[in-house]
């Protein structure tokens, strides 16, 4: 009877704390911000610029000392292809990287005097292609055009030089072996379905350690608890107040998880193959993970900047050391594949991508998922460890306040 009282007990407390915790996160325009305005709007924004998924009309500029019908040719089958548009012929090589150094062109095709006399030769010619590599998709759009066409013009030219007698022999010299590229995950190739899964997990991380961190420095700042009275009964266990306050976060974030891995890839046509049900197992460890990982960086802050600071820093890199995007994770050197273990989005975003990308199910992501669930524990023992500090602190300080009153 004496445990289900104090059960009894403890769950009340943590019930007042999430109620001054919601309290207090709709008074902070700040926190309201980050938990609410911030993944509602920021994801349909990152969406919406990158809709398109892929670029076309690439401009490039051409430099053509050859003036021959292959060297036209190889220019109107690149200007034809989507990719690519050819935005002006320039006289040499310096007029034409003056407009690129301007961007206002992309790139250079540059094709020698000698084009057409090497190939009547049967000698390899060579055309050279100048990239702005600033942006890697229009390198990409610049520079595989240019490799298509050439390809296709040399297996052209190599049909007609070998005096075939019928057509199904040109086609099975210019073709031997005929394949399909089929890219898998991402069909259209596009790199919005690449980028956004990722980012998508990393806001709810971010905004959810912003909004928890800034809510502490406001407390510190206000002194909330620092008085001359005992600290309230209700928040005398660190057990009730981690407990009370993860359920404030929880159903905030309850609803914009939700929103932000259903409701996003769909609105925008993103890959989104995986299972509901195993997306929200997976995503009940990642939000507990980030909750407790948030409330343990608050304890960290002293003032409202020092977590924007510190955690608008930290974004990019954690992005590309996820291991999932941009680099993959075998490349990472160990040092800093420990270091990104210890975020709870490094697991969140392969996890998310494998089940939401590649119609994987929970079990082919149980490494993920059981290294959130420790996460987690570790986080909220750390977690509960550090409020107990504060506690202490809290009351010590309070008792020293009010002997030099009582001395006074």
């Excluded at 190889?74 to 003056?98: G, H, N, T």
């Excluded at 292609?129 to 190599?158: E, F, H, P, R, W």
């Excluded at 928890?212 to 206000?222: H, K, P, Q, V, Y």
């Excluded at 407990?243 to 891995?261: C, H, N, Q, S």
């Amino acid at each position: 009877m004496y445990i289900f009282r104090n059960a009894l007990e403890a769950l009340k407390d943590a019930c007042f704390i999430w109620r001054e915790e919601m309290r207090q996160v709709v008074k902070d325009e700040g926190v309201l911000i980050f938990f609410i305005l911030v993944p509602l709007f920021y994801p349909l924004l990152y969406s919406w610029i990158y809709n398109n998924e892929v670029v076309r009309e690439v401009p490039v500029v051409v430099v053509d000392d050859s003036h021959s019908s292959l060297s036209r040719t190889f220019i109107r089958q690149c200007d034809a292809s989507p990719d690519v548009k050819i935005l002006a012929y320039a006289s040499d090589l310096d007029e034409a990287q003056s407009l690129l150094s301007r961007q206002v062109a992309r790139g250079i095709y540059y094709l020698p005097s000698d084009f057409e006399t090497h190939i009547n030769r049967m000698e390899p010619a060579t055309i050279s292609v100048y990239c702005d590599m600033s942006l890697m998709l229009c390198y990409k759009a610049v520079y595989q055009t240019a490799q298509t066409v050439s390809m296709q013009m040399g297996s052209n030219i190599t049909t007609r030089l070998g005096q075939h007698y019928t057509t199904r022999e040109e086609e099975i010299a210019s073709r031997p072996l005929a394949f399909e590229e089929v890219p898998i995950f991402n069909p259209t190739g596009g790199y919005g379905s690449f980028i956004i899964p990722a980012v998508l997990m990393l806001v709810i991380q971010q905004t959810l350690v912003l909004g928890i961190g800034l809510s502490a420095g406001t407390a510190r700042e206000r002194n909330r608890y620092r008085n001359l009275i005992p600290i309230s009964r209700h928040y005398g266990g660190m057990f009730r107040i981690v407990g009370g306050k993860a359920m404030a976060y929880f159903m905030i974030y309850a609803v914009m998880t939700a929103y932000l891995i259903f409701i996003i890839p769909r609105l925008f046509g993103f890959t989104a193959i995986g299972n509901r049900s195993d997306l929200a197992l997976f995503m009940l460890p990642y939000l507990l993970d980030c909750i407790f990982f948030g409330m343990v960086v608050s304890c960290l802050v002293r003032y409202r900047e020092n977590v924007m600071l510190l955690m608008v820093f930290i974004t990019i890199p954690l992005l590309f050391i996820s291991g999932a995007i941009s680099w993959p994770q075998s490349s990472i050197s160990g040092i800093w594949q420990g270091i990104s273990w210890l975020f709870p989005s490094t697991f969140g975003i392969r996890g998310y991508i494998r089940i939401n990308e590649m119609g994987g199910t929970l079990a082919n992501v149980l490494t993920e998922y059981y290294v959130l669930w420790a996460q987690a524990l570790a986080y909220f023992i750390l977690a509960c460890l550090v409020y107990r500090y504060q506690i202490f602190l809290t009351r010590r300080e309070a008792r020293l306040r009010l002997n030099e009153m009582k001395k006074q």
